[in-house]
């Protein structure tokens, strides 16, 4: 297997298991009782501080773009989390 489909391979397993990941998490929101607003809250912040990290790798990275796809990848996952917890709160009405 040369190098790059290697790094495909690995990118694309990554992103199967942060989405598996997402789906079992926000499958547990949904049947949650608890206060969502310091999960929201939570939830933003990440995802605002991955967004940030992505922001800058895309102004001072180098030739390649590892860290450039892997923070946009978490930007995604954290990104959804976000979505779905805000979606979660409101349909509570909390």
Do not use: C
Not at 20 to 25: A, D, F, K, P, V
Not at 39 to 51: A, F, G, N, P, V
């Amino acid at each position: 297997m040369s190098g790059n489909s290697g790094y495909i391979l690995v990118i694309l397993i990554g992103v199967i298991v942060l989405a598996g990941l997402t789906i079992m998490n926000l499958r547990k929101i949904s049947k949650s009782t608890a206060d969502l607003t310091i999960l929201k809250k939570r939830t933003l912040l990440w995802t605002e501080i991955s967004l940030a990290l992505f922001v800058v790798q895309l102004f001072f990275r180098d030739r390649q773009g590892g860290f450039l796809l892997f923070f946009g990848i978490l930007t995604a996952f954290t990104g959804a989390h976000y979505l779905g917890v805000l979606y979660y709160s409101r349909k509570k009405g909390k």
